[in-house]
């Protein structure tokens, strides 16, 4: 090898190990998860919610405008009378049935953006991993219970 080839591959070599030691100094820009949370932005789209007013009742008022935005039909809702005496929600009707198929959702928002009273939102929950797939489906019980509250809705 001559003598030339020699000082250009050193030159390399040096070259590609100032490189290795900028980044030893620096903060992997990796989380070690699950160990470590993972920061997520506030308009992360992840689980849906169904939410509640302050008084408990239900915010879904079973008009399936999200059922009808959905592209992918993901959701499923069946409406019912609310009881006069005993309301679940503050309108004439509530959804007796309400149903997301997370494998057919594509995390889009539009049934966010479609509900009138704010009940469905995206929460901040992406682990949704599952060994059965009849687990992807959603029932109200379980999207009445948020993993996480302070999800922003609808920011600007
Ligand atoms: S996020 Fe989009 S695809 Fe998923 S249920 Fe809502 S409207 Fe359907
Ligand atoms: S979640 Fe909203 S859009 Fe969907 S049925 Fe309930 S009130 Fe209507």
Do not use: W
Request: with cysteine.
């Amino acid at each position: 090898m001559a003598l030339n080839d020699l000082v250009k591959n050193a030159l390399e070599i040096g070259k590609a190990m100032g490189v290795t030691l900028k980044y030893l100094t620096q903060t992997p820009v990796t989380v070690e998860y699950p160990n470590e949370p993972v920061s997520l932005y506030p308009r992360f789209r992840g689980r849906h919610e169904l939410r509640r007013y302050e008084n408990g009742m239900e915010r879904c008022i079973g008009c399936m405008l999200c059922e009808a935005a959905c592209p992918t039909g993901a959701i499923y809702v069946d409406a019912a009378e609310n009881d006069p005496a005993n309301p679940t929600s503050p309108g004439e009707r509530y959804a007796k049935v309400y149903e997301i198929n997370l494998l057919r959702c594509v995390f889009c928002g539009d049934c966010e953006e479609a509900c009138p009273t704010e009940a469905i939102v995206l929460g901040h929950e992406f682990a949704m991993a599952n060994y059965d797939r009849h687990d992807f489906i959603l029932n109200k019980q379980t999207l009445l219970n948020p993993g996480m509250p302070n999800v922003v809705i609808r920011p600007d």
